[in-house]
């Protein structure tokens, strides 16, 4: 990758993928001199604790973060040394086509699996698939029709028909997905009651 097309974020991956301890002025006087640009230790430091991260950043899970005397250091688990630099860039982004997934990354590098927790896994396909089942359970709901009203005496007839059929679908939906929680905030306006 050309020196000016690289982030900050690339830099510090190439710092860390020396496989030294690194702390932040280190990996500030190597990213400084890599750039050829004058960057601030802050800077460094802030990104560094959003790669560090899992819960903000994929690369986070590879990245080992240890506290010493003068701060924190530093380095990449061993295994993810051998990954090429544009996989590791990759793990930084949450989209875009040079996305490397954490998913692809433990598939095509088994080895990785030990530094990420089943659980979070599991976590992460949850929310993965509960967006897919709001998706389509938003279609499904907008593709149902209440029935055009005509008549007055045949309004409320219809309208408890339409909630009844709603509500049938709705739950059919529900239970093929296997069950949702779901907040429902409803507000029912009844006009004609108690006039005479």
């Known amino acids: ?3 000016e097309k690289k982030t900050n974020s690339e830099f510090i991956i190439d710092a860390l993928l020396t496989g030294r301890d690194l702390r932040s002025p280190e ?12 960057i601030k230790i802050q800077d460094i430091a802030s990104i560094l604790a959003k790669l560090s991260n899992s819960e903000k950043c994929d690369l ?10 003068k701060g924190y250091t530093y380095h990449l688990v061993p295994e993810a040394l051998s990954l090429p630099a544009e996989a590791l860039y990759g793990l930084t982004r949450k989209t875009g086509k040079n ?3 954490l998913e692809q990354t ?7 699996k030990k530094y990420v927790s089943s659980a979070r896994l ?3 396909e949850i929310k993965h698939n ?3 089942r709001r998706k389509s359970m938003d279609k499904t709901i907008s593709a149902i029709r209440l029935p055009s009203q005509t008549a007055k005496t045949r309004q409320n007839e219809d309208s408890d028909q339409a909630i009844k059929m709603l ?15 779901i907040n429902i905030n409803l507000n029912v306006r009844f006009i004609g009651i108690g006039e005479e």
């Open 1 to 3: 990758m050309d020196r």
């Open 27 to 38: 990996i500030t006087q190597l990213v400084t001199e890599q750039s050829g640009k004058n």
């Open 60 to 69: 986070g899970f590879f990245i080992y973060k240890k506290r010493s005397a």
């Open 99 to 101: 996305r490397y997934t």
């Open 106 to 112: 433990l598939a095509d590098y088994p080895d990785l």
């Open 122 to 124: 599991k976590n992460r």
């Open 130 to 132: 509960s967006k897919k």
């Open 167 to 181: 509500v049938a679908q709705v739950l059919d939906e529900i239970s093929e997905q296997g069950g949702l929680n």
